[in-house]
């Protein structure tokens, strides 16, 4: 939750006009100019950067009912406090649109969350990163894709921005820079910031916001540790528990992260699912939840898969059940469904777990005009 100083972190009434903190630099405006200054001083991930001038940032000050100096969350790895005018410049650099801003904070208070582990997120050595997904009625308006490409390409702002302004704050906020506190081995292309929205028109189930506890009104985000898309493809299965059986199989590939824990029983795979796939499934499991246990009951691989040193590790921890299966999971609720993506048919992405981490859902909170 957010440390205010009025104590009010949900009053939708605007708070007055405060100071600025952050320090003011004499900048050129002209875009390449200033892309140059920030590129030289690490403000900017390579691509190009909007100028946070007074007038940007208090506009997006503007659209939240928090004070300037409020505070969301000290931000890893540095441990520095994020204040809402902070991520507001971060916000201004990625091009966000001020209406946006709110989602950007909610995100920032999720991955703050002690079990999204953000600070051994930041600095492992494998490719995860945050990203976001995005329910609620203000995905059209903010430009949230959840149809087709949503995952890249679909070129909506929101889309494009939010994930980067939470990327930018870890950068300039928290300090995360690639070979110094940041052991990433590759990194992953979203880096540079992955959101994209649930299609809730087209989903036959609960959205996952809804599923999360949250009401309908509530624009919400989820945060989920990620190691990047791993896509899936078919085009012979007829029958959808057919199908369904084979996801399962390919969630729980063998050298997935969640294999290296000791119990397996931290950490999603969120499936996102096209909304023919979901029909489809839908028809078949009577509830998410049923879909779920199917997933489950079946993503497992036999010991025999692993070689001899493998097998031992999997048998000191004890990951190895009666008969010889190691299950990719604990419980049926870490496989994650969602609906999202065109209307093509034929493909689903799993969005990997990095093991370490829990979704974390936040509701956003924005300012009532008055």
Request: aromatic share 8%; net charge negative.
């Amino acid at each position: 939750m957010l440390r205010t100083r009025t104590g009010m972190s949900s009053s939708p009434s605007a708070p007055s006009v405060d100071p600025l903190a952050a320090e003011v630099v004499e900048a050129d405006d002209e875009t390449l100019a200033f892309y140059a200054l920030a590129t030289g001083r690490g403000w900017s991930d390579g691509l190009p950067v909007v100028a946070p001038t007074e007038e940007r940032v208090r506009a997006m000050l503007a659209s939240t009912p928090y004070h300037a100096d409020d505070v969301i969350a000290p931000l890893p790895p540095s441990g520095q406090e994020a204040t809402v005018e902070l991520a507001a410049v971060n916000a201004v650099l990625a091009g966000c649109a001020p209406e946006a801003f709110p989602l950007v904070i909610a995100a920032l208070e999720g991955i703050a969350a002690p079990a999204f582990n953000a600070f051994a997120l930041t600095t492992t050595t494998s490719s995860v990163h945050p990203a976001l997904i995005v329910n609620g009625p203000s995905r059209d308006r903010l430009g949230i894709d959840y149809g087709p490409g949503c995952m890249g390409g679909a070129g909506g702002r929101g889309s494009m921005t939010l994930g980067r302004a939470v990327s930018l704050c870890l950068r300039n906020i928290g300090g995360q820079r690639v070979g110094v506190n940041s052991k990433s081995v590759f990194g992953q292309p979203a880096r540079t910031g992955l959101c994209f929205g649930e299609w809730e028109e087209r989903s036959p189930w609960p959205s996952l916001a809804a599923r999360r506890g949250f009401a309908p009104g509530d624009d919400v985000v989820t945060v989920h540790g990620s190691k990047g898309t791993f896509p899936m493809a078919d085009i012979n299965n007829d029958d959808a528990r057919d199908l369904a059986y084979l996801v399962a199989k390919t969630l729980a590939f063998p050298l997935s992260n969640l294999y290296l824990t000791p119990t397996g029983a931290n950490g999603q795979m969120v499936l996102a699912v096209n909304p023919i796939w979901a029909d489809r499934f839908a028809a078949a499991f009577t509830s998410a939840d049923a879909f779920q246990e199917y997933l489950w009951e079946h993503c497992w691989q036999p010991i025999t898969l692993w070689p001899a040193p493998n097998q031992d590790v999997l048998e000191r921890n004890d990951r190895v059940e009666p008969g010889g299966k190691v299950r990719l999971v604990a419980r049926p609720d870490q496989l994650v469904p969602i609906v999202c993506g065109g209307l093509g048919s034929l493909h689903a992405i799993c969005l990997p777990s990095w093991g370490e981490s829990d979704l974390q859902s936040v509701a956003a909170v924005h300012a009532v005009a008055g």
